[in-house]
């Protein structure tokens, strides 16, 4: 669905005879802000929270870390303490597989930063419940010429009689090949729900010759994330404030809804995750 | 229920007083008419000279007047024709039809047609503007595609939404806030191609008038103005016609009688053709593409006998993509039969039966198995009886009933694909019915004041089968409730009383006041500034509440002796509640609870608006400023503070000049300058899993840069021949002749791969400077 949305937009955009032209703006700049990057996976053995500052837009630095926080996360009756890493300030850390993440429990973040440099300590917090898990049947993948991809396919049952999320990225060779937001796709079941799954469209490889991305041999692993509906929208929006707006299709652009209290930005978001991978082979997939 | 109850019996009250006679006061009525084609001609003026009483044609060409008995100079007067002066000896009732010859010989003398200087000095309403088809034609346009929806641009107070759109903001109105008939049939979506051009062809049009909010009590259901598009009745008289072909499309009129002075009809067409270029694409992959869209008019016209009329009129529009990956049709359709009768001189009657429709059509095409069709429709069928009663030639009536079944079917997606595992999703139809009555008197008291009051009765009705929800404080559907068919599960009603009042200075400048009062049932889901063939209408439901309009607005008006000099300086104040607008990030398509997305508040404007116009035989032209704010609330939205609608414009300037060199050439040009719109602008970013995430200013807390424009056009007639029953013409024009990028969007890019992080703001421009010509033979 998100796919067909995608092509009759641009359908529609392609027709007009637009021209652009690199401009200067002066833009304002909003109060510096807390930024919380937090998702606790099954998958990861150390649970990680980044800690970092708001910016100027034109800023194309990397973001200031927050150093100095003390971070915790509870769920049931256990708080868990992170560690700041040495190397890498504003990310902190849990011991290897001390958090065990189970679907239907909830965690809450807490943060209280330091009070250096005459601020005041500030408390944040976020809660995220875990989504039950899905699992891959089978995956395939297909060239489609008309568009320069090959797309990866996925085979599942959509559990019923609820509202389920679910995030798509791809690894190849271990390397995280989407590895930004805006490469990751993210649907809901509003046209699957409670059904099987019969070759869903998640993700694209460019099959464009002149990047030569896929060699024989080489190994695609498709994630699929059960996601909760919190981080589905702040996705979408994400998404949506990186890609082309219109007068026709934008509408006011808006702040990406996080879950962060004390109006610090960014999410807290746990996600089930299962993987199935396969073999790269020109034979079967062009 | 008692209101309405007090209204009928005035209303059949109304109709017993007509039985009255009065010897020393009889009637002068009829219809007035253009000598060559037969067209009845609305807006013209009678006078009757020496005791200075005199009354105007209705848009049906009508006229009635009381005057003492005996004999009396007339004269009927219209702009662009020889006016007429009769003596006539008026003993007893009588029905004349007097026909008036255009001024052919100066064609150029074109104007914006309000109405002559005795009409306009009296008139109570106020924020009206007419403009003829000849005026249309004349302003230059963009593809040399004549407009009216354009045209009315340049006038005071009427925006457009965003560049080359036809979408109307009026006095800082939402564009779904304008009821625009066509023929007094609803026009649902008045775009085609993305609203770069209007569904009006102006070749089938008359006239088109515009209400700025001070709406006359016939008209409602829509809170910031009417557009009122007439239609050509077709000559009476001979066969005639205009065939153009033009850059982007071509069209064809013809018009003729049935029977000679008793029936007549009139049929345009019209069909772009940019498709018809793709062919020659060397990208391989937009050859097969199709776009185009087209029209088609057809208009009959039966006078029965001296008291009865029947008109038809009907549009069918479409327009059409389509490439190897998706599809998609959409447009309108729309037919209404009409039924004028004179009851007696002093009652006049119309009653019409009409039908509006919209209706969108998406498809993936080609074999991929998530192939999904995609369809959206919305139909109304409504009932109209219209009244006016010319008690005498100071007091009029007029009064009348309406219905409308609006059935709204918002999406039904479904796959064609038997394997396909996507369920057929289908948004719950939407049914409703919209009635009014009212009743409005204008009265003449003295000669230096008039007055008009009326009261509008309206009625809304959601009827099943439907459904309804529940919603908590944060708009989260707690329960659904279904209603079963033919139920009316929720009501809605109101009176709406309409004031105006004019006040005679001195012979050449009037004062004005208005009030006016409206509500709003319906309303359309979009989120951008511009209308998209996507957009879908929804009603008021126990969640939305009408949206109630109140507008005040007083203005002087000045008009010199010859009427060739007119002046208007007019202040407005409107106080919307219930207003609309969406939560951040809202989902509008396909969205059974499209509801829990509206964060309703309110909405204020208020602004000056300035027309200068000058009416000469050799130029004419005028200039229009407006100096205004719009703004909305809503406690959800923005923190809960007052924030700019998208629509306001604090300068809007525009000129329009028209030059008559010789019978042969016509110049005319015009130069347009508003405040950039207000837009959301990034002030900050931030990082997450390495991405980037804007951070957004307040909404519409800054401004896209100051739009204008300037463009020409030239037309040359051909040399007239005496032997020659056909006319031609050339059109050249050119289109933002000074090649100004006026900002359509700006959009903040970079790339990832190349350099994470880096951003640029990008402004994308629409048109640069677009030349254009078009050959027109009339016939």
Redesign the interface.
């Known amino acids: ?1 998100q ?3 995608i ?2 937009i641009s ?2 955009i392609s ?11 002066e ?4 109060p510096e ?1 807390l ?1 919380v ?1 937090a ?1 606790i996976t099954n998958e990861d053995e150390l649970q990680i929270v980044f800690l ?12 200031d870390p927050v150093t100095g926080a003390q971070v915790s996360i509870g769920y049931e009756d256990k708080m868990i303490e992170l560690r700041e890493s040495v190397e890498h300030s504003g990310y902190y850390f849990t011991e290897p597989y001390n958090l065990n993440p189970r679907p239907g429990i909830t965690y809450t973040l807490h943060i209280t930063t330091n009070s250096e440099n005459g601020h005041h300590p500030e408390y944040y917090t976020a809660s995220s419940t875990m989504p039950n898990n899905v699992s891959l049947d089978s995956i395939q993948m297909q060239l489609r010429e ?2 320069d991809v090959w797309q990866v396919l996925a085979w599942f049952q959509d559990s019923p009689n609820q509202k389920n999320y679910y995030m798509f990225r791809l690894k190849k060779n271990d390397y995280l090949f989407t ?4 490469d990751w796709t993210v649907t809901n079941n ?4 409670g ?7 998640v993700q694209s490889i460019s099959a464009d010759p002149a990047r030569n991305i896929m060699n024989e041999g080489d190994k695609i692993i498709l994630a699929m994330n059960s996601i909760t509906e919190e981080f589905y ?1 702040f996705i ?3 998404q ?3 890609t ?14 996080g879950n962060i209290s004390n109006g610090a ?3 807290f978001t746990t996600m089930m995750v299962d993987t199935m991978g396969l073999y790269y082979d020109p034979i079967l997939h062009d | 229920m008692l209101k309405f109850r007090f209204i009928i019996i005035l209303l059949a009250n109304m109709l017993y007083i007509n039985a009255q006679h009065d010897a020393r006061h009889p009637v002068i009525s009829g219809y007035v008419k253009d000598v060559l084609t037969g067209e009845v001609l609305p807006g013209a003026t009678i006078l009757i000279k020496g005791i200075s009483t005199g009354t105007s044609t209705n848009a049906y060409g009508y006229f009635s007047l009381s005057v003492p008995a005996g004999n009396h100079n007339i004269q009927i007067a219209f702009v662009g024709y020889e006016s007429l002066e009769k003596e006539i000896d008026i003993t007893r009732d009588m029905r004349i039809y007097p026909a008036l010859t255009p001024l052919t010989e100066q064609i150029g003398e074109i104007e914006i047609l309000s109405s002559t200087r005795d009409d306009l000095r009296r008139n109570p309403i106020m924020g009206t503007e007419t403009l003829d088809a000849l005026t249309i034609n004349s302003t230059p346009v963009l593809f040399g595609e004549s407009d009216p929806l354009k045209t009315l641009q340049l006038l005071p107070g009427i925006s457009a ?2 560049e080359g759109s036809t979408s109307l903001s009026v006095r800082g109105g939402d564009p779904d806030q304008n009821l625009i008939l066509l023929d007094e049939a609803t026009v649902y979506n008045a775009g085609h ?2 609203g770069f051009f209007s569904i009006f062809n102006n070749d089938a049009i008359k006239e088109v008038t515009t209400y700025k909010g001070d709406l006359p009590a016939y008209a409602g259901g829509r809170i910031a103005s009417l557009v009122d598009v007439r239609s050509r009745d077709g000559n009476m008289n001979q066969m005639a016609g205009i065939a153009g072909i033009g850059i982007i499309s071509s069209r064809l009129m013809l018009e003729g009688p049935v029977i000679e002075n008793r029936a007549s009809f009139l049929t345009s067409a019209r069909r772009t053709y940019l498709d018809m270029f793709l062919p020659l694409a060397n990208d391989e ?1 937009i050859k097969d593409n199709s ?1 185009y869209f087209y029209d088609l008019n057809l208009k009959l016209n039966y006078i029965a006998d001296d008291n009865n009329r029947i008109f038809l009129s009907t549009y069918i529009g479409r327009d059409v ?1 389509s ?4 599809r ?1 049709n959409f447009g309108n359709k729309a037919a209404s039969l009409r039924w004028s009768r004179v009851f007696n001189p002093r009652l006049f009657g119309n009653l019409s039966l009409i039908t509006s429709s919209y209706d969108y059509f ?1 498809g ?1 095409s ?1 074999d991929e ?2 192939r ?1 069709t995609w369809k959206s429709k919305l139909n109304d069928y409504s009932l109209k009886y219209d009244f006016t009663y010319y008690a005498s030639s100071e007091s009029q009536w007029s009064f009348g009933i309406q219905s409308t079944f609006r059935k709204i079917k918002p999406a039904i ?1 479904t796959s064609p694909n038997e ?5 057929e ?1 289908r948004v719950p139809d939407s049914n409703s019915l919209e009635n009014a009555l009212y009743i409005s008197h204008s009265h003449q008291i003295g000669d230096l004041i008039s007055l008009r009051y009326g009261l509008r009765y309206s009625l809304f009705q959601n009827i099943g089968s439907g459904q309804t929800f529940t919603l908590n404080d944060e708009f989260t559907v707690l329960d659904t409730l279904k209603h079963t068919g033919g139920k009316i599960f929720n009501s809605y009603s109101g009176l709406e009383p309409r004031l105006g009042i004019s006040y005679l200075i001195s012979p050449n400048i009037t004062l004005k006041g208005s009030y006016t009062n409206s509500r709003q049932y319906l309303h359309l889901a979009t ?4 209308s ?1 063939p996507l957009d879908v209408w929804f009603t008021s439901s126990p969640n939305i509440k009408p949206q109630i309009g109140h507008q005040f607005s007083s203005g002087l008006f000045y008009s010199n002796l010859s009427g060739i000099w007119n002046h208007s300086l007019e202040v407005y104040i409107k106080q919307n509640k219930n207003a609309i607008d ?1 939560k ?3 989902d509008l ?1 396909v969205n059974e609870a499209l509801e829990a997305e509206v964060r309703p508040g309110k909405a204020r404007s208020r602004g000056i608006e300035w027309m200068s116009r000058y009416s000469g035989t050799q130029v004419s032209g005028w200039l229009s400023y407006t100096f205004s704010r719009a703004e909305r609330h809503s406690q959800w939205i923005n923190n809960g503070n007052w924030y700019l609608s ?1 629509y306001d414009r604090t300068h809007d300037f525009s000129i329009v000049l028209m030059y008559n060199l010789n019978e042969r050439l016509n110049i005319s040009g015009n130069w347009v300058y508003f405040t950039g719109a207000p ?19 307040d ?2 807390s ?1 401004r896209m840069p100051d739009y204008h424009r300037m463009d020409i056009s030239v037309t040359l007639r051909n040399r007239k021949q005496p032997d020659r029953r056909w006319q031609s013409e050339w059109n050249f024009s050119v289109y933002n002749l000074y090649g100004r ?1 006026n ?7 970079g790339d ?1 791969y190349v ?14 400077i677009i030349p254009s010509i078009t050959y027109t033979v009339k016939f």
Request: with cysteine; net charge neutral; hydrophobic share 40%.
């Open positions: 669905m796919h067909s949305k092509i009759i359908l529609l027709l007009l005879w637009g021209c652009t032209e690199v401009i200067d703006l833009l304002k700049t909003a802000r930024v990057d998702i970092s500052k708001s910016m100027a837009y034109f800023n194309e630095n990397e973001p008309n568009l590895s930004r937001p805006k509003t046209f699957f729900r059904k099987y799954v019969n070759g869903l469209w929208n979408v929006a994400l949506r404030e990186n082309i707006s219109s007068p026709l299709f934008g509408g006011p652009p808006a702040n990406t809804p930005f960014g999410i | 939404t965003s191609l993305l992959e776009l993509f490439n190897d990956l998706a998609m998406l993936s080609g198995f998530q999904i997606i394997e396909a595992f996507i369920t999703l989120n951008s500034s511009s998209t969406f951040d990030h809202p398509l998208p837009v959301t602008m990034p002030v900050g970013r931030y990082s997450f899993q390495s991405g980037v995430v804007p951070i957004y200013s909404r519409n800054e990028k900002a359509w969007l700006i959009n903040f890019t990832e350099k994470p992080g880096y951003r640029y703001a990008e402004m994308t421009y629409l048109f640069s």
